[in-house]
Nanobody, 122 residues
Framework: VQLQASGGGLVQAGESLRLSCAAS????????MGWFRQAPGKEREFVAN????????WYADSVKGRFTVSKDSAKNTVYLQMNSLKPEDTALYFC????????????????WGQGTQVTVSS
């Protein structure tokens, strides 16, 4: 399955954005869909994910309470609602999938989609 992320943009600190990730085909119930991000000069880091069949979600500590991952099974789409954005959230956000839950490492990811840029100004 191919993944296409969208919804990035330039916002001010404290504002919100919602990222979308549309899959090119049916997402299997065993999949875990989610997001990584990569800031300039830094390594990729896990953001959030959601198990497709149960809806259970996991979050990085840095985004807990501000970001919410959700899914629309009928649209084969996963979302990332980002509230109270901070300049340190500035990064290229990648939609990915795996079959493993929990707080991912890069090695847990089975497929990387293209990223969408989020820039938060102070």
């Amino acid at each position: 399955v191919q993944l296409q992320a969208s919804g990035g943009g330039l916002v001010q600190a404290g504002e919100s954005l919602r990222l979308s990730c549309a899959a090119s085909s049916r997402i299997y119930s065993s999949y875990v869909m989610g997001w990584f991000r990569q800031a300039p000069g830094k390594e990729r880091e896990f953001v959030a994910n959601i198990r497709w069949n149960t809806g259970r979600a996991w979050y990085a500590d840095s985004v807990k309470g501000r970001f919410t991952v959700s899914k629309d099974s009928a649209k084969n789409t996963v979302y990332l609602q980002m509230n109270s954005l901070k300049p340190e959230d500035t990064a290229l956000y990648f939609c990915v999938h795996s079959t493993d839950g929990g707080q991912w490492e890069e090695r847990d990811v089975r497929y990387w989609g293209q990223g969408t840029q989020v820039t938060v100004s102070s």
